[in-house]
Each structure stands twice: as structure tokens, then as C-alpha cells.
């Protein structure tokens, strides 16, 4: 496989304050041809900054976890990947942002198209009130011309790919709300994963579920990190170690630190983070 | 529970955990010292209190280890703190190892039976091995309890004197036996403890190395003493 990553020789020295912080957050990693990046990007809602120029680097089939404490920007950041920051009508946007290579803020950028190849996996399963059938099909039917065969070929897939297949295969038809809380999360990753992402987005995707449902999860992006880079908004550090390849930490609406994920949490480099992972504030 | 309160229960263990550690370390110390001291007097008392501190030190080393793995367990510790639980984890096995010594020793002052081995302090260096080791020791043990990578950063360097005295020694008693100046027995016991004190030093080694691990995340490279010995005989 081709190496995406490689060590930067110097490592940027921690920062003690916040301020600090802006200028020099602490990249010990150099991500070359990154699934998704971000140049001094800032969110605002209204006169109230939520993320401050971050610029960050998210490389291609790997795990990025985003971590920080509550109010920290980490879901601003995620929902500014894909655009769904535009449904807020306040929010103002600044920066760059590239999805592979294509600036997501540029003129001609339809967002329907952008959350095709950027998918979002919310906290709270969000299934529609349709069949299983239905939610997989419902996607596809908006972004690709199938015949029915097609079609079932690519439920099936998609269902296959999410892990769920055997637990649905015999309720197809019936509503998609009857399923489990852990069912309902894999079914709309299996909706995202239908339109053939190249990214995956996911907002506290097991914070509902049990520790079972969790870990059907987590095995899940294993797999999937294989086909596309996932980026992973958790409050839960213990996850983040588990299914991360790389972690960001964000505080106040900044970047402070992005590294290998085992680095982090062995030999955090800057001093805010390690306060944060080993919990002495937060 | 609530976040606060799991993380007071991992900031009182990881204090339990440094406070048995220091009196892991102080134990071991105080057996090297006791044993040192029991063979140049061969004082028969002091010989046993070393059994008793290496059983001590068996205790608390396997109190240690069960609570790292609780502390492993309960609380997922990540960074300075996963790194001071690690670090206790191979200090320990070094401070027993020091203690075994430290006993092996303790032994061999008790094959005196009460007489002041012969040539102890006037033919043979093996007092100022000793005190070289137990520097060693100390210096390693101080830098634990006082979270201080840099003075042990070096240690090996001192390590590779040890090492070399360790040599002379060996060629001192073989050169007094073979004179007649020194029992073949006694001599042969003193190569003992020169063995014993030389490994004793190796550990204070390893224990250096895991302190500038444990403070900075800084793996040290390991270098054996052989190959940093070949290795100073090439350069000019």
C-alpha cells in the first residue's frame, strides 16, 4: 500500500495557552494526499466563533477520531465537511475545506452531490419511517438510474456491507423502526454506504447503543476503513483508542493536536491534551 | 459515575501505586546495603534481615502488580499516567531481581561463618564495586521517586564503568588465588559477589531507562555493555 503518512522530523513544540494554540497547534504526522482537508476553516453561528481556523489534513482509508469536551467544536467541524453546517441559517463559514481534492465551498459545488460522496452517520439512529427495503432504495433511486434487479443486487450489498444482511434478509418489507437501536445505526450506515461514499462521517454513531451494538459498530469501521477514510466524532476516549488509526483534539474551537492515535494516548505532545486524555479537566 | 469521580479514583490509585513503589525502592536499596555490610563485617544478623527484606520485597512486588492490572482494568489509563503504571510494572521485576542479588550475597556472608572475610578490604576492590553499584542503585531510585529523566539519561555510562571493574576484580582474586595470597575458596565466593553486583548494576540500568520512558515517552535505544565496550574500542 502505498504510504500516505510519514513522520515529520521536528516535532512543533506543545503550547501552554490558548492563543498560542492558533498559531501552533501540535501536527506530529504528515498526511500526503489526504481524503479530506481543511485550511484555516472557521464556523461561526452568528457573532459566536464555534471553530477557529483549523487546518488539519484526514488521511484516506483510515480512522480519524475527533475528540474534545462538550462545546469544542468537534461536530461543527464534521457537519462543515459535508455542508450540513448550510441548513443553519446563521452559520457563516470561512476557510477551505477539500473533499478529495475539490474545494466543498467552491462555486459550483451542488451539496447533494457532496453528501453523496460524504456520508453522515448521526448519534441518534435516524432510519425512515419505510420498510428496510425502502431506506437502502430511497438514496440510490435519487443518485443512480437501476432496474429492479439492480436494485435488489445493490440493497443486498449494501446490507451485506453493513453487517446486517443476515439479521434482515426475512423483514425486508417490513418498517425499518422495528429494527434494534444497534440494527438501526448499521441499516443507515448500510443507506450511506448504497451511494458509495468515499467518506464517512459519524457524530457519536454509539453513543444510543449498548456495548454489543457498539462493538458491531466498530468492527464495522474496521472493515469499511478499507474503502474509505471515516472520520468519527466521539466523546468516548476509550473508542476513540480502540478504532482510530489517527486523533485530533480540539479545544475551544481550535486544533490542538493531531497525531497517531497510539502516540496520543501514549505521549500526548502538548499539554492541554494531555490534561484532557488523562482527565484532569474536561 | 459520575467522569470527576472515576478520575479521583485513578488519581488515588496511581498515588498508592507511587508510594509502594517508593517503598519498593527504598526496600531494595536498604538489601543491597545490608547485604554489602553483612559480608565486610560477616555479621550473621544483618545477613538475615536481608531474607527478610527480599521476602518483603516479593510481597510488595506482587501487591504492586495486582494493583497496576486493577488500575489497567478499571480506570484505561492513557499517557503520563499509562506510562507510570507500565514503568512500575518493569521497575518491579528489577528491584526483586536487585533483592534476589542483594539475598545471594546476603548468603554468601552467612559461608563465613562469622570470620571477617580474608582479604576483603586490603587485596581486592570489591568494597568500591559495591559502592559504585549502590550509586547506581540510588541514583536510578531517586530519579523514579523524583520523576527525573535527566539524571539518569546517561546511566549506562556508568554502567560501562561498573562493567570494567567488574573485569579487574575478576582478575585481582584470580591473581591472589593463584599467588596464595587468597583462599580459593573465599576467592571463589568473591567472584560470586562480583557477578552479583555487576547484574545489581545492570538492573539499576534498566531501571534508568524505564524513568526516562516513564517522564519524557523517550525510548532509550538498548545497547548492550558488550557492544558499547566494542564499540569504544573502535573509535580512536
Not at chain 1, 510519514?6 to 495557552?17: F, I, L, N
Not at chain 1, 492563543?19 to 498526511?31: F, G, H, I, M, N
Not at chain 2, 552467612?110 to 580474608?118: C, K, N, R, T
Not at chain 2, 571463589?188 to 552479583?196: E, F
Request: charge should be negative; include cysteine.
Amino acid at each position: 500500500m502505498r504510504l500516505l503518512v510519514k513522520e515529520r522530523k521536528e516535532r512543533e513544540t506543545a503550547s501552554e495557552t490558548v492563543e498560542d494554540l492558533v498559531v501552533r497547534p501540535s501536527v506530529a504526522v504528515e498526511v500526503e494526499y489526504p481524503a479530506i482537508e481543511s485550511r484555516d476553516l472557521s464556523v461561526a453561528y452568528g457573532r459566536k466563533p464555534a471553530i477557529r481556523e483549523i487546518s488539519l489534513r484526514i488521511p484516506r482509508n483510515q480512522t480519524t477520531a475527533i475528540i474534545g469536551p462538550s462545546g469544542c467544536g468537534k461536530s461543527t467541524y464534521l457537519r462543515a465537511i459535508n455542508r450540513m453546517n448550510d441548513t443553519i441559517p446563521t452559520a457563516r463559514t470561512t476557510g477551505q475545506l477539500f473533499v478529495d481534492g475539490e474545494d466543498v465551498y467552491g462555486p459550483d459545488v451542488d451539496p447533494v452531490l457532496l453528501r453523496r460522496k460524504v456520508g453522515l452517520i448521526f448519534q441518534k439512529p435516524n432510519p425512515f419511517p419505510k420498510t428496510v427495503y425502502k431506506n437502502i432504495a430511497f438514496g440510490v433511486n435519487i443518485h443512480f438510474r437501476t432496474t429492479p434487479e439492480e436494485m435488489d443486487t445493490i440493497v443486498e450489498s449494501a446490507l451485506r456491507q453493513a453487517n446486517l444482511w443476515d439479521e434482515v434478509k426475512d423483514r425486508l418489507q417490513e418498517s425499518a423502526l422495528g429494527l434494534s437501536g444497534g440494527q438501526q445505526q448499521r441499516l443507515c450506515i448500510a443507506r450511506a454506504l448504497a451511494i458509495q461514499p468515499e467518506a464517512l462521517l459519524m457524530d457519536e454513531p454509539c453513543s444510543a447503543l449498548d456495548p454489543v451494538a457498539t462493538a458491531r459498530i466498530e468492527d464495522l469501521m474496521f472493515e469499511l476503513k478499507k474503502e474509505m477514510a471515516i472520520v468519527i466524532v466521539t466523546h468516548n476516549m476509550q473508542q476513540a483508542a480502540r478504532v482510530a488509526d489517527y486523533t485530533a483534539f480540539m479545544y475551544l474551537g481550535r486544533l490542538v493536536e493531531f497525531n497517531r492515535t497510539r502516540e496520543l494516548f501514549e505521549r500526548p505532545q502538548a499539554d492541554l491534551t494531555e490534561n484532557y486524555i488523562t482527565g484532569r479537566f474536561g | 459515575m459520575p467522569e470527576k469521580a472515576v478520575r479521583k479514583a485513578l488519581a488515588q490509585g496511581m498515588q498508592e501505586l507511587n508510594e509502594n513503589m517508593v517503598t519498593l525502592a527504598e526496600l531494595s536499596e536498604l538489601a543491597i546495603r545490608k547485604a554489602v555490610d553483612s559480608l565486610s563485617r560477616s555479621d550473621a544478623d544483618v545477613a538475615r534481615e536481608v531474607f527478610t527484606l527480599d521476602q518483603e520485597l516479593y510481597a510488595l512486588q506482587e501487591e504492586i502488580e495486582s494493583n497496576c492490572v486493577n488500575l489497567i482494568a478499571l480506570h484505561a489509563p492513557v499517557a503520563r499516567d499509562l506510562r507510570a503504571i507500565t514503568t512500575s510494572l518493569k521497575i518491579t521485576t528489577d528491584l526483586d531481581r536487585i533483592g534476589r542479588y542483594a539475598k545471594d550475597i546476603a548468603e554468601i556472608a552467612l559461608q563465613f561463618h562469622g570470620q571477617i572475610p580474608p582479604g576483603l578490604k586490603d587485596i581486592v576492590k570489591i568494597p568500591r564495586m559495591a559502592d559504585l553499584t549502590i550509586d547506581m542503585v540510588d541514583r536510578a531510585t531517586q530519579a523514579f521517586v523524583n520523576r527525573d529523566a535527566e539524571s539518569v539519561r546517561n546511566i549506562m555510562e556508568v554502567d560501562d564503568a561498573v562493567d570494567n571493574l567488574h573485569d579487574e576484580v575478576f582478575q585481582e582474586v584470580v591473581e591472589h588465588m593463584r599467588d596464595g595470597n587468597l583462599p580459593i575458596e573465599a576467592g571463589a565466593r568473591y567472584i560470586l559477589v562480583n557477578r552479583h553486583l555487576e547484574r545489581i548494576a545492570d538492573h539499576a540500568v534498566n531501571i534508568g531507562e524505564r524513568v526516562v520512558y516513564m517522564v519524557t515517552g523517550d525510548r532509550l535505544p538498548r545497547v548492550r555493555a558488550a557492544d558499547r565496550a566494542k564499540a569504544k574500542k573502535r573509535s580512536p
